[in-house]
Nanobody, 123 residues
């Protein structure tokens, strides 16, 4: 895999936090748009966040996660990070990182995908 999801998901209580990350091998993420998606059972995969390549500073968050999720880069380690705070039960889903060249496109516009990571928010 060129884009590998790292451990970070799991079960948390409402209000808790999780940190997801993906590392790249043979792929420089600095030059690529990064997207985060999630898919809840029975629902389509939806975009959660996207950020521009590292030369810009654009960031998008779907309304349902604004103020709670932060997407960022660890350039030195060629990783991307999604910090999720104040988690809610409705955040429960499988989360995916993705990389591509089209800024904040649809899921079909991303060229590279990490494997899904389960996030469950429940008491």
């Amino acid at each position: 895999q060129l884009l590998v999801a790292e451990p970070g998901g799991g079960l948390v209580q409402p209000g808790g936090s999780l940190r997801l990350s993906c590392a790249a091998s043979g792929l420089n993420l600095d030059y690529l748009v990064i997207g985060w998606f999630r898919q809840a059972p029975g629902k389509e995969r939806e975009g959660v966040s996207c950020i521009s390549n590292s030369s810009s500073a654009y960031a998008y968050y779907v309304d349902s996660v604004k103020g709670r999720f932060t997407a960022s880069r660890d350039k030195a380690k060629n990783k991307v990070i999604l910090q999720m705070n104040s988690l809610k039960p409705e955040d429960t889903a499988i989360y995916y990182c993705a990389a591509g060249r089209i800024l904040c496109g649809t899921r079909l516009d991303y060229d590279y995908w990490g494997k899904g990571t389960q996030v469950t928010v429940s008491s």
